[in-house]
């Protein structure tokens, strides 16, 4: 065991921040800096600048172009990328990715790796269904093989950015024999196939992310299930795994916190900042230390190997990670004071320029409350975690 | 930065385990009422003899000259076995804070007899029982053609009833706060035991012109106060690895109470609402985990002022994570959460000691917004 950080840890973290603060776009940094959403193309020319340096896909194993950095390198990564107002890391990357490298056949990884770190080629996830939201293995959108297809018909739903994605890696029912996981295959389909059709869902701050996703006679080649039919619930677990970081939201804590503060140095209330005001300068103190303490939650877990059982679960990285980003949020509503009161989504959510009322941190706040309801729920809701998170307990402990 | 132990953490981690399960057995059955349950001289010289008394001694002064990973694991492993033994106080606080002392007899003579386990230091730093302010010092030194006594009253000294010396703060003639050593057993010292929340005994300690160690204090002019506040860093960087220790085996009794206690005809494990409140304990022990490894990387310097901010950070949320824990499991063991006799008393009352002891959760968070 060795705590500390070395010289060269240190050197990194300097060089990075100068070298992310400079790369940045002035017009995305001020939509971040602005709480305003962005656009694909955004994202798409923010990762295309990392991808030159080989800095697309920090997660990601040297031989599949990664540039090899420890967990605490990737963190200040991250964390220089946040200061600098950069866009956030997509999540699909670190998802798609490693589980074509763990499962994807040569043709697979030749065909769809390479658009993965420039997002030339944008995924979207299809596991959802309007039946099947935490009990993913009662899904029901079907494939039947026909000749070297599937043919696809069910519905996928709460499906982020379908309606900016050329393909999605999908789980499908392949199967009705043994236990319902047993009968589930992970397939890529082309968005653009004839039968599928995309509907926007908006949600409670009126941002459209979400989408259903219709699949009526979609026809899709043998060639795209990833491992073997009805092995998918292997892959969607190695997925589950591989986007465990992502899950701790450590970035988009950050994010949140230092638009936080930024709003609490510039509001005054009873004659003094709210950062000054002893309501949220002690519930902003909490929030740093318990961000400080998932800081370090996130570099166990990223330290140890796949299956290592003293490291923290995946589990505990989501709740913690969803505890931040709700009282953050939380926070942020009750920073916004009367402003909040008034809210312009078309600016917030960068489908129109311009000013907003009373500017673009209070226009914000509401909004962002609302967004970040969202993430007790993505990724298995917390009280999914929770109960896995007792069982992982109750093999260790429970039985001595 | 590496998170597993390497083989030198694993052979002392071995060896520290086999002790507390020689010394304390594989559970430890004592309750706060047991008293006197506090430590012993015999287990003192064990843990000296193993090298725990001189852990953080430098090695030219007989000790191991270890820093912050193997407070670490020693003092997790001594919570775990809800050990009474006066490790933060005696090992950790008084010497660190001797360590950083200006050079001479005083100095070396003492670090060497608490490697040898001969003397058992208890810092007495408080004198007001309404805040944890190290300045409010009324105690002070008269000097006496060059023999320096001590006056003054010291409250709630940490382990002080069975310590051998006491390490005090008092201000010089000239005014100034530093630090000093005087024996127990000096004529003008009296030491009146009190029972603490856990079953240790603290003490509040008199000073009526105690003769003071070496006729000398322990730094130069201005330097005292902020090498206390450093000592003491460390010291409750291993309280809260000790509480980490204490939180794991509660979250065991726990878990095997759920699995075996039932009702309505299944172990209540089975039950969502208990699974999920355990969920919530795991979460704060895992988080109190990570902050105060946190905390141990900032202290690793060892430089002075340096990690006070995140052991302030750490200290704070170990409280409030301690509580999720010890509340979590009294709940879910029901009555007999509320049962003095049963072993998971013991646990709750140390970890709340803990939380009351060199600064809690209220006095470290805004510790911790001053210093970062």
């Given at each position: 065991?060795?705590?500390?950080?070395?010289?060269?840890?240190?050197?990194?973290?300097?060089?990075?921040?100068?070298?992310?603060?400079a790369?940045?776009?002035?017009?995305?940094?001020?939509?971040?800096?602005?709480?305003?959403?962005?656009?694909?193309?955004?994202?798409?020319?923010?990762?295309?600048?990392l991808?030159?340096?080989?800095?697309?896909?920090?997660?990601?194993?040297?031989?599949?172009?990664?540039?090899?950095?420890?967990?605490?390198?990737?963190?200040?990564?991250e964390?220089?990328?946040?200061?600098?107002?950069?866009?956030?890391?997509?999540p699909?990357?670190?998802?798609?990715?490693?589980?074509?490298?763990?499962?994807?056949?040569?043709?697979?990884?030749?065909?769809?790796?390479?658009?993965?770190?420039?997002?030339?080629?944008?995924?979207?996830?299809?596991?959802?269904?309007?039946?099947?939201?935490?009990?993913?293995?009662?899904?029901?959108?079907?494939?039947?093989?026909?000749?070297?297809?599937?043919?696809?018909?069910?519905?996928?739903?709460?499906?982020?950015?379908?309606?900016?994605?050329?393909?999605?890696?999908?789980?499908?029912?392949?199967?009705?024999?043994?236990?319902?996981?047993?009968?589930?295959?992970?397939?890529?389909?082309?968005?653009?196939?004839?039968?599928?059709?995309?509907?926007?869902?908006?949600?409670?701050?009126?941002?459209?992310?979400?989408?259903?996703?219709?699949?009526?006679?979609?026809?899709?080649?043998?060639?795209?299930?990833?491992?073997?039919?009805?092995?998918?619930?292997?892959?969607?677990?190695?997925?589950?795994?591989?986007?465990?970081?992502?899950?701790?939201?450590?970035?988009?804590?950050?994010?949140?916190?230092?638009?936080?503060?930024?709003?609490?140095?510039?509001q005054?209330?009873?004659?003094?900042?709210?950062?000054?005001?002893?309501?949220?300068?002690?519930?902003?103190?909490?929030?740093?230390?318990?961000?400080?303490?998932?800081?370090?939650?996130?570099?166990?877990?990223m330290?140890?190997?796949?299956?290592?059982?003293?490291?923290?679960?995946?589990?505990?990285?989501?709740?913690?990670?969803?505890?931040?980003?709700e009282?953050?949020?939380?926070?942020?509503?009750?920073?916004?004071?009367?402003?909040?009161?008034?809210?312009?989504?078309?600016?917030?959510?960068?489908?129109?320029?311009?000013?907003?009322?009373?500017?673009?941190?209070?226009?914000g706040?509401?909004?962002?409350?609302?967004?970040?309801?969202?993430?007790?729920?993505?990724?298995?809701?917390?009280?999914?975690?929770?109960?896995?998170?007792?069982?992982?307990?109750?093999?260790?402990?429970?039985?001595? | 930065?590496?998170?597993?132990?390497?083989?030198?953490?694993?052979?002392?981690t071995?060896?520290?385990?086999?002790?507390?399960?020689?010394?304390?057995?594989?559970?430890?059955?004592?309750?706060?009422?047991?008293?006197?349950?506090?430590?012993?001289?015999?287990?003192w010289?064990?843990?000296?003899?193993?090298?725990?008394?001189?852990?953080?001694?430098?090695?030219?002064?007989?000790?191991?000259?270890?820093?912050?990973?193997?407070?670490?694991?020693?003092s997790?492993i001594?919570?775990?076995?809800?050990?009474?033994?006066?490790?933060?106080?005696?090992?950790?606080?008084?010497?660190?804070?001797?360590?950083?002392?200006?050079?001479?007899?005083?100095?070396?003579?003492?670090?060497?007899?608490?490697?040898?386990?001969?003397?058992?230091?208890?810092?007495?730093?408080?004198?007001?029982?309404?805040?944890?302010?190290?300045q409010?010092?009324?105690?002070?030194?008269?000097?006496?053609?060059?023999?320096?006594?001590?006056?003054?009253?010291?409250?709630?000294?940490?382990?002080?009833?069975?310590?051998?010396?006491?390490?005090?703060?008092?201000?010089?003639?000239?005014?100034?706060?530093?630090?000093?050593?005087?024996?127990?057993?000096?004529?003008?010292?009296?030491?009146?035991?009190?029972?603490?929340?856990?079953?240790?005994?603290?003490?509040?300690?008199?000073?009526?012109?105690?003769?003071?160690?070496?006729?000398?204090?322990?730094?130069?002019?201005?330097e005292?106060?902020a090498?206390?506040?450093?000592?003491?860093?460390?010291?409750?960087?291993?309280?809260?690895?000790?509480?980490?220790?204490?939180?794991?085996r509660?979250?065991?009794?726990?878990a095997?109470?759920?699995?075996?206690?039932?009702?309505?005809?299944?172990?209540?494990?089975?039950?969502?609402?208990?699974?999920?409140?355990?969920?919530?304990?795991?979460?704060?022990?895992?988080?109190?985990?990570?902050?105060?490894?946190?905390?141990?990387?900032?202290?690793?310097?060892?430089?002075?002022?340096?990690?006070?901010?995140?052991?302030?950070?750490?200290?704070?949320?170990?409280?409030?994570?301690?509580?999720?824990?010890?509340?979590?499991?009294?709940?879910?063991?029901?009555?007999?959460?509320?049962?003095?006799?049963?072993?998971?008393?013991?646990?709750?009352?140390?970890?709340?000691?803990?939380?009351?002891?060199?600064?809690?959760?209220?006095?470290?968070?805004?510790?911790?917004?001053?210093?970062?």
């Amino acid at each position: 065991m060795e705590l500390g950080w070395s010289t060269s840890d240190l050197e990194f973290r300097e060089m990075i921040r100068a070298e992310i603060s400079a790369l940045v776009p002035a017009d995305i940094r001020t939509r971040v800096e602005n709480i305003q959403h962005l656009k694909k193309e955004d994202y798409q020319r923010w990762q295309t600048i990392l991808a030159e340096r080989n800095w697309a896909t920090p997660a990601w194993p040297p031989e599949y172009g990664g540039p090899g950095w420890s967990p605490l390198r990737r963190i200040f990564f991250e964390e220089a990328c946040f200061l600098a107002g950069a866009p956030r890391p997509i999540p699909h990357i670190n998802m798609i990715g490693p589980v074509l490298q763990a499962f994807g056949t040569e043709a697979q990884k030749e065909r769809f790796l390479p658009g993965i770190p420039s997002l030339t080629e944008w995924w979207c996830q299809g596991y959802s269904e309007p039946s099947s939201g935490s009990d993913l293995a009662s899904l029901r959108t079907a494939a039947v093989r026909d000749g070297d297809h599937y043919i696809v018909n069910g519905q996928k739903t709460w499906t982020s950015w379908a309606h900016w994605a050329d393909y999605m890696f999908c789980l499908v029912r392949t199967s009705d024999a043994g236990r319902p996981q047993e009968g589930i295959t992970f397939l890529l389909i082309d968005m653009s196939t004839p039968g599928v059709t995309v509907r926007p869902i908006y949600s409670l701050d009126g941002a459209h992310d979400l989408n259903d996703v219709f699949l009526q006679d979609v026809r899709v080649p043998v060639e795209n299930v990833v491992l073997r039919e009805n092995e998918g619930w292997t892959v969607a677990k190695y997925l589950l795994n591989a986007e465990r970081t992502e899950i701790a939201g450590l970035g988009q804590t950050k994010r949140l916190l230092q638009y936080a503060e930024r709003l609490a140095a510039g509001q005054r209330r009873d004659g003094v900042t709210l950062a000054d005001h002893p309501e949220f300068r002690s519930r902003l103190a909490r929030i740093r230390i318990d961000l400080k303490a998932h800081e370090w939650t996130v570099m166990r877990v990223m330290a140890a190997g796949h299956g290592d059982a003293s490291a923290p679960s995946a589990s505990v990285l989501k709740i913690c990670g969803t505890d931040l980003l709700e009282r953050t949020s939380d926070l942020l509503m009750d920073l916004g004071g009367p402003a909040a009161l008034a809210y312009d989504p078309a600016v917030h959510l960068g489908r129109a320029n311009g000013a907003a009322p009373y500017g673009h941190a209070l226009n914000g706040t509401a909004a962002t409350y609302l967004e970040f309801r969202k993430a007790g729920i993505i990724g298995g809701t917390t009280e999914i975690q929770k109960t896995l998170i007792y069982k992982d307990a109750a093999a260790r402990w429970g039985t001595s | 930065m590496r998170f597993d132990l390497d083989a030198d953490q694993r052979a002392l981690t071995a060896t520290i385990e086999k002790f507390a399960h020689d010394t304390y057995g594989a559970r430890s059955s004592r309750t706060p009422e047991d008293a006197p349950a506090d430590y012993s001289v015999s287990v003192w010289r064990r843990m000296s003899e193993l090298g725990l008394t001189g852990l953080c001694v430098p090695e030219e002064c007989g000790g191991l000259g270890f820093s912050v990973v193997e407070i670490l694991l020693v003092s997790e492993i001594l919570g775990r076995a809800l050990s009474p033994e006066p490790f933060a106080t005696a090992a950790i606080v008084a010497a660190k804070l001797l360590e950083a002392s200006a050079a001479g007899p005083t100095r070396d003579s003492m670090l060497l007899a608490i490697s040898n386990g001969e003397v058992r230091l208890a810092p007495a730093f408080y004198e007001s029982v309404a805040d944890y302010d190290l300045q409010s010092v009324d105690a002070r030194i008269s000097d006496e053609g060059g023999r320096l006594y001590i006056h003054g009253v010291k409250e709630l000294v940490v382990d002080g009833a069975g310590a051998t010396h006491f390490i005090v703060t008092a201000r010089s003639e000239a005014g100034e706060i530093n630090a000093y050593v005087v024996p127990v057993d000096v004529e003008g010292v009296k030491v009146s035991p009190r029972l603490g929340l856990d079953g240790r005994w603290l003490a509040s300690a008199e000073f009526n012109g105690a003769a003071v160690e070496g006729d000398a204090p322990l730094f130069e002019s201005g330097e005292a106060l902020a090498n206390v506040e450093h000592a003491l860093d460390f010291g409750n960087l291993s309280l809260c690895a000790e509480a980490l220790g204490l939180m794991d085996r509660m979250l065991h009794l726990t878990a095997m109470h759920l699995a075996v206690r039932e009702q309505f005809g299944k172990p209540i494990g089975t039950f969502q609402a208990l699974q999920h409140r355990f969920a919530d304990m795991v979460v704060a022990m895992e988080q109190s985990r990570s902050v105060t490894w946190m905390a141990a990387a900032a202290l690793e310097s060892g430089e002075l002022g340096a990690g006070a901010s995140d052991l302030s950070a750490a200290k704070s949320a170990v409280c409030r994570y301690g509580r999720t824990v010890l509340e979590g499991a009294i709940q879910l063991h029901g009555g007999m959460g509320m049962t003095a006799d049963f072993e998971l008393a013991g646990y709750v009352r140390r970890l709340l000691a803990i939380e009351k002891t060199w600064g809690d959760r209220v006095y470290h968070e805004l510790r911790f917004l001053e210093a970062s």
